[in-house]
């Protein structure tokens, strides 16, 4: 049987390659209908939905699911960023976007990114711009110059630019492939996993 992240990243990875979709376990349950595949979650109904009529595929996920960071963090893995507001249903809304080679695409509360900053910070003190990580704003990524958190908010500073954001916010941010490197997102992910 699939765990919830296995069914979840069958389901993005189905949806993405146009293909029919039928899948259950006792917490989640995806399918195909028309033109929309559809993952829905025993106890709250539709979680996400792909439309298969767009290429690359649109996802839509719903806002207040309980699934919704690990849903987040499963279309990362496949290069998917949340683009927009909420929609009139609650839904966010997801598209394609091409990560550069060699860097690792993460969709996570900003906390998570502040844990790898003080992984790599020693990159960003030295000579040259640190590549280490990168953040996505202005629809291009950006090196990460420095990180700060003053009165409950996280400054990012970029090249020539600073974002502020709190902890539970979500954002979208690379980091590069190291080999063996431990992935700082896979606890998050194997939490909700066993449900």
Known sequence: MLSNLELMRVFVYNSMQKQEVLLSN???????????????????????????????????INATSSYWEIMNEVLADYSYILTGELDRRGFYQYRYCQVPNGYKMHGTKSVFLWR????????????????????????????????????????????????????????????????????????????????
Request: charged share 20%; glycine share 6%.
């Open 116 to 195: 790898a900053w003080w992984r790599y910070r020693k990159y960003a003190l030295q000579l040259g711009i640190p590549l280490e990580l990168l953040i996505r704003t202005r629809d291009a990524w950006y090196p990460i110059r420095d990180l700060t958190i003053s009165d409950g908010l996280l400054y990012i500073k970029t090249l020539g630019n600073e974002i502020a954001v709190h902890g539970d916010d979500l954002i979208t941010w690379l980091s590069k492939i190291q080999p063996n490197s431990y992935n700082l997102t896979n606890t998050t992910i194997l939490q909700k996993e066993g449900e």
């Open 26 to 60: 006792p917490f989640l349950t995806a399918q195909t209908v028309y033109q929309t595949t559809q993952l829905m979650a025993k106890t709250e109904g539709v979680i996400a939905t792909a439309e298969l009529a767009h290429t690359p595929s649109l996802f839509l």
